[in-house]
T-cell receptor, first 108, second 112 residues
Framework: RKEVEQDPGPFNVPEGATVAFNCTYS??????FFWYRQDCRKEPKLLMS???SGNEDGRFTAQLNRASQYISLLIRDSKLSDSATYLC?????????FGKGTRLHILP | SQTIHQWPATLVQPVGSPLSLECTVE??????LYWYRQAAGRGLQLLFY??????ISSEVPQNLSASRPQDRQFILSSKKLLLSDSGFYLC???????????FGPGTRLTVL
């Protein structure tokens, strides 16, 4: 089993819809979690950290479920500019592991 | 504020030629530095990381090497490139090993 797994997609979602991604991790000792966004042919950029209590930043909500070992990202009222690949990142024992990403296409 | 630079932005090299990619960070001291490769359609692969000058940890054995001659400079090298070395090379920095990583703009390398 891979240490960090994501559905590669693509998720094709109409503009204005709500979309959610999950990311599962295999090691229960994982300590910190992040979501990054990567546009085509560009570097990944931090979208948000994921805290145990869950956190929200505008239209984006991230949650952590330690019991089931997954993190989620919810995007409300999706915009065309949300089209990108979303990378899940898990940090354990000073080792940072990137998921392969979920591709999102927002359709006009 | 902190910034991270990488150059060149794109590079086309023949098989067997040497490689040197440079990454520099401004606005911070003693950062952790990382080299990643992203092959077409694949995820990020950590190649090397460094917690200080002259300290390099290799994650994947291959024909690449890294050096950190100065606090905020990280160099990725190869003596002889292979076709399989083609990819998008990203440098990143962080304050600590548990902290957010910030990426440079990357170098797109094509080996022919």
């Amino acid at each position: 089993r891979k240490e960090v797994e994501q559905d590669p997609g693509p998720f094709n979602v109409p503009e204005g819809a709500t979309v959610a991604f999950n990311c599962t991790y295999s090691n229960s000792a994982s300590q910190s979690f992040f979501w990054y966004r990567q546009d085509c042919r560009k570097e990944p950029k931090l979208l948000m950290s994921v805290y145990s209590s869950g956190n929200e930043d505008g239209r984006f909500t991230a949650q952590l479920n330690r019991a089931s070992q997954y993190i989620s990202l919810l995007i409300r009222d999706s915009k065309l500019s949300d089209s990108a690949t979303y990378l899940c990142v898990v940090n354990r024992d000073d080792k940072i592991i990137f998921g392969k990403g979920t591709r999102l296409h927002i359709l006009p | 504020s902190q910034t991270i630079h990488q150059w060149p932005a794109t590079l086309v090299q023949p098989v067997g030629s040497p490689l040197s990619l440079e990454c520099t960070v401004e606005g911070t001291s003693n950062p952790n530095l990382y080299w990643y490769r992203q092959a077409a359609g694949r995820g990020l692969q950590l190649l090397f990381y460094s917690v200080g000058i002259g300290q390099i940890s290799s994650e994947v054995p291959q024909n690449l090497s890294a050096s950190r001659p100065q606090d905020r400079q990280f160099i990725l090298s190869s003596k002889k490139l292979l076709l399989s070395d083609s990819g998008f090379y990203l440098c990143a920095w962080s304050v600590g090993t548990q902290d957010t990583q910030y990426f440079g703009p990357g170098t797109r390398l094509t080996v022919l």
